[in-house]
């Protein structure tokens, strides 16, 4: 087992088990017709005190499940906001969401305005610091960061930033820039996931209440080929506009993902 928690060794057989090189003989029999379409892509997200999946009452209630953890969407896992979890930041997109107002909308966003977009020109800021248009809806600056997750279970997932996250957002990226290795030609900025970073949640809170946020450090670079090469393949995948995020409500958007 590796420091990042990823088996890299052919395992051994065992009395009653089949070894690894049999699955391999047969590798990929059984994907032939699951495309991309067909797959769901994680969303690690914040739970906060009014998280439904921390309310016994609600149908999306987990149990175990407390503010301040962080929730895997479709594993319906729970990790330790306060240990965090290690993940590679494998790509990196900002969208300008536009919503209708709870109540008024119909769980999806309006339009998704790219990074280039001119929308933020068109908003003025409400009262209750929203960037709202003049058809009534508002702007919801999202940083979205595709991740390699790290750990017992790994997988591909996403985490998007959002309000008071942005800024985190920032930082991290900051971080990752910042980043200068040696190499024969002098120095250069090596890719995002060549570094793992963990993710921890704190609280926070203002005159407006109390919530919790993310805290992003630098642990350290990768040192597992096997798990440099799917995070690689992970952000090319990206890069090439195949894996797609469709939002399903302003909490938690739906997504798809790509096959490993």
């Given at each position: 087992m590796s420091k990042e928690g990823i088996t890299t060794e052919v395992t051994t057989k065992k009395e009653g088990a089949l070894a690894i090189n049999i699955f391999e003989t047969d590798a990929d029999k059984g994907t032939q017709n699951i495309t991309q379409e067909d797959l769901a892509l994680p969303f690690l997200k914040v739970l906060m005190p009014l998280s439904p999946e921390v309310n016994k009452k609600d149908g999306k209630y987990v149990e175990g499940s407390e503010p301040g953890m962080i929730f895997n969407s479709v594993t319906k896992e729970l990790y330790d906001g306060a240990k965090g979890i290690n993940v590679l930041p494998c790509h990196y997109l900002k969208q300008y969401v536009e919503w209708q107002d709870r109540g008024m909308s119909t769980g999806a966003p309006v339009t998704i305005h790219k990074a280039d977009s001119d929308i933020m020109s068109k908003v003025t800021r409400d009262k209750f610091n929203k960037d709202r248009l003049a058809n009534g809806n508002y702007i919801e600056t999202t940083?979205?960061?595709?991740?390699?997750?790290?750990?017992?279970?790994?997988?591909?997932?996403?985490?998007?930033?959002?309000?008071?996250?942005?800024?985190?957002?920032?930082?991290?990226?900051?971080?990752?820039?910042?980043?200068?290795?040696?190499?024969?030609?002098?120095?250069?900025?090596?890719?995002?996931?060549?570094?793992?970073?963990?993710?921890?949640?704190?609280?926070?809170?203002?005159?407006?209440?109390?919530?919790?946020?993310?805290?992003?450090?630098?642990?350290?670079?990768?040192?597992?080929?096997?798990?440099?090469?799917?995070?690689?393949?992970?952000?090319?995948?990206?890069?090439?506009?195949?894996?797609?995020?469709?939002?399903?409500?302003?909490?938690?958007?739906?997504?798809?993902?790509?096959?490993?």
């Open positions: 940083a979205n960061h595709f991740v390699f997750l790290l750990g017992d279970n790994p997988s591909t997932a996403l985490i998007s930033m959002k309000s008071t996250s942005l800024s985190v957002s920032r930082k991290w990226l900051t971080t990752m820039m910042g980043i200068k290795l040696q190499g024969e030609k002098g120095l250069f900025t090596p890719p995002t996931y060549s570094h793992i970073y963990n993710l921890k949640t704190v609280q926070m809170s203002n005159d407006k209440g109390t919530w919790f946020g993310w805290d992003v450090s630098k642990v350290g670079p990768v040192t597992d080929k096997g798990v440099y090469a799917i995070a690689k393949g992970f952000a090319e995948k990206n890069s090439k506009g195949l894996v797609k995020v469709k939002h399903g409500s302003e909490e938690e958007p739906k997504q798809a993902s790509f096959n490993l």
